[in-house]
C-alpha cells in the first residue's frame, strides 16, 4: 500500500513549519517550552475583550493581563462558550466578545478551563531576539495531559541524533540518499502539531521468493506526532517500505503498526513508560529477527484455507482475497505469508486512507501468528 501521512505535511506546511535537522526541531521548541506556562482558572475568571482597533481580540485574567488567541485556541474558546466559530469569526470584534462571554458566564456552569499562556520569541532587524505579544495557544479542559514537543524531539535526538546522518534519518529519493533541505524533508512542526518520518535505507531487508519468485528488500520506518494544544493526539507509526518518491509517499508499504496515546492526564507517564522504550527496541531490533519472523510465516502453511479466512475475517472476504492473491501470486492462498501479501495487496483498491491503514493492520497481525 501507500502511505500518504508525510506527502500531506510535505504538500501543506510552509516553510517556517520545515525543518532540516531533529536538532533544530528540538531547540525551537526547548525556547517555546521555556516561553510557556500552563495553568488552571475558572471560567467566570476569564474575559474576552476586543483589541484597541476592534479588529482582534484577547483574552484577559483576573490580573488583567491580555493574552492573544491563537486561531486554534479561538475555536476552542468558542467551543466552550457554545457558539460557533466561524460565525464570530465574521462578526465585528465587540460583538463576538460579548457571545464569548455570555456563552462563558451564563450559558454554562463555572468549570475550570487549562489555559496555555506564551510569550512567543523573535528577532528584531538586527538579529537579537526580543518579546514579541504574549498569545494563548489552547483551551483545553483542566486534567489535559500535554506531552510537549520537547520532550519528544529530546527523546528523537537522543536516539537518533541529528536526523540526517545517523541509520535512522530524512528517507532519501527512491532508496538513494540526497541532500536534506526544506523542500524535501520530512520534519514538520508548526503551533497545532508536529510530524517526524525517520527512516533506515542502509540496513534493508532482504526477503527471498518476495514477489513473483523474487528475491526484494523492505526498509524501515517510523511516523511520529504530536500537539502541545490538543489538535491531534500523540502517536507512532511503524512499518516497512519499498521506496521514497520526491513527493514523500512511502510506496510498497506493510505492516503498518499504530501506538495512540490521547492526551490525557496520564499521557506524559505513558509516553516516559511505554512509547520511549518501544521506540528503541524498534530501532535497535536486529532486521534478521524480522527476516526470520517472514520465513515463519512463509511456512506456516494452512489445512483448509478458506475455512481459516472465514473464521478470522468472514465469509464474504475469502473469495476477494482469494482472486486477489492469483492475480498478483498467480495461485491460491497456501501460507499465512499468502495471507498477508493478499490482505496488503487488496488494501491497495479501498478509497479511503483508515480502512486501508485498518487492513494493512490485519496484515501485520497475521505474521505475527508466525512468530
Known amino acids: 500500500m501507500e502511505l500518504m501521512q508525510a506527502n500531506h505535511q510535505w504538500s501543506t506546511r510552509p516553510d517556517d513549519q520545515r525543518f532540516t535537522s531533529l536538532t533544530a526541531m528540538r531547540d525551537h521548541f526547548n525556547t517555546t517550552r521555556l516561553n510557556s506556562r500552563a495553568t488552571v482558572v475558572s471560567s467566570r475568571r476569564l474575559e474576552v475583550v476586543p483589541a484597541d482597533d476592534n479588529r482582534g481580540l484577547a483574552i484577559q485574567g ?60 523573535q528577532d528584531d532587524t538586527d538579529g537579537a531576539s526580543v518579546p514579541a505579544t504574549p498569545i494563548i495557544p489552547a483551551v483545553t479542559g483542566p486534567r489535559y495531559g500535554r506531552i510537549w514537543n520537547a520532550d519528544v524531539l529530546s527523546a528523537l ?32 512542526a508548526g503551533d497545532r502539531d508536529m510530524f ?111 475455512e481459516w479466512l472465514a473464521k478470522r475475517f468472514g465469509k464474504r472476504t475469502v473469495a476477494g482475497l482469494q482472486a486477489v492473491h492469483n492475480l498478483e501470486e498467480g495461485r491460491p492462498i497456501e501460507t499465512l505469508w499468502d495471507v498477508s501479501t493478499a490482505l496488503t495487496a487488496k488494501a491497495r483498491s479501498v478509497p479511503y486512507q483508515d480502512e486501508r491503514v485498518a487492513m494493512e493492520r490485519q496484515a501485520g497481525d497475521v505474521l505475527d501468528l508466525a512468530i
Open 62 to 121: 483576573a490580573n488583567g493581563h491580555a493574552y492573544a488567541p491563537t486561531n486554534w485556541a479561538f475555536g476552542q474558546l468558542a467551543q466552550l462558550a457554545e457558539a460557533p466559530a466561524g460565525y464570530l469569526r465574521s462578526l465585528p470584534a465587540p460583538i463576538a466578545a460579548d457571545c464569548i462571554n455570555y456563552g462563558l458566564k451564563f450559558k454554562r456552569d463555572i468549570e475550570d478551563v487549562g489555559v496555555l499562556l506564551q510569550r512567543p520569541i
Open 157 to 188: 535526538v537522543k536516539r537518533f541524533g541529528d536526523g540526517v546522518t545517523g541509520n535512522f534519518r530524512v528517507p532519501g529519493e527512491f532508496g538513494k540518499a540526497v541532500e536534506i533541505t526544506k523542500a524535501n524533508t520530512t520534519l514538520f
Open 196 to 306: 517526524v518520518f525517520l527512516a533506515d535505507e542502509e540496513n534493508r531487508i532482504e526477503i527471498p521468493d518476495r514477489r513473483d519468485g523474487r528475491t526484494g528488500s523492505l526498509a524501515r520506518g517510523f511516523f511520529m506526532w504530536n500537539s502541545e494544544v490538543g489538535s491531534t493526539t500523540f502517536g507512532v507509526g511503524t512499518f516497512l517500505y519499498d521506496y521514497v518518491c520526491c513527493n514523500r509517499i512511502v510506496w510498497g508499504a506493510q505492516q503498518y503498526r499504530e501506538v495512540k496515546l490521547r492526551h490525557t492526564a496520564a499521557a506524559p507517564d505513558r509516553f516516559l513508560a511505554e512509547v520511549q522504550p518501544a521506540l528503541i527496541s524498534y530501532a535497535n531490533s536486529s532486521t534478521t529477527s524480522i527476516v526470520e519472523g517472514i520465513a515463519k510465516a512463509k511456512a506456516a502453511r494452512l489445512d483448509d484455507v478458506d
